[in-house]
């Protein structure tokens, strides 16, 4: 079981910079961390994952723009997001998967999205970018 709470979201100006937290439990068990979003009336999609070994991928909407970090002991994943656009407004959502499968191919997993009785989601924060 993995608990996971973000915070840290919030109204920015369009080209401004926010920084999401999340707090994770369990991140022993857990092989793969990353971002996700969803933007009302859209699909959630993957924004950024980390794996264990500190590998990590990027959705080309995102990329050179925001990065995805945690601390020393794994226990909070961040995700840095500079140059802010009005199409960043979504709620965004942290989440960790246990499954030694979602290292295979990390693009892969952040691409999916997956559902699974292993793969976890915290409730999420709202960021609002102004244009």
């Known amino acids: 079981q993995v608990q996971l709470m973000e915070s840290g979201g919030g109204s920015e100006q369009s080209g401004g910079s926010l920084r999401l937290s999340c707090s994770i439990s369990n991140t022993y068990s857990s092989v793969c961390m990353g971002w996700f979003r969803q933007a009302p009336g859209k699909e959630r999609e993957g924004v950024a994952a980390i794996k264990r070994d500190g590998t990590t991928v990027y959705a080309d909407s995102v990329k050179d723009r925001f990065t995805i970090s945690q601390d020393n002991d794994r226990n909070t994943l961040y995700l840095q997001m500079n140059s802010l656009k009005s199409e960043d407004t979504a709620m965004y959502y942290c989440?960790?998967?246990?499954?030694?499968?979602?290292?295979?191919?990390?693009?892969?997993?952040?691409?999916?999205?997956?559902?699974?009785?292993?793969?976890?989601y915290g409730q999420g924060t709202q960021v609002t970018v102004a244009s």
């Open positions: 989440a960790a998967d246990l499954r030694r499968v979602c290292a295979v191919k990390l693009i892969r997993w952040l691409q999916l999205h997956p559902v699974t009785p292993h793969t976890y």
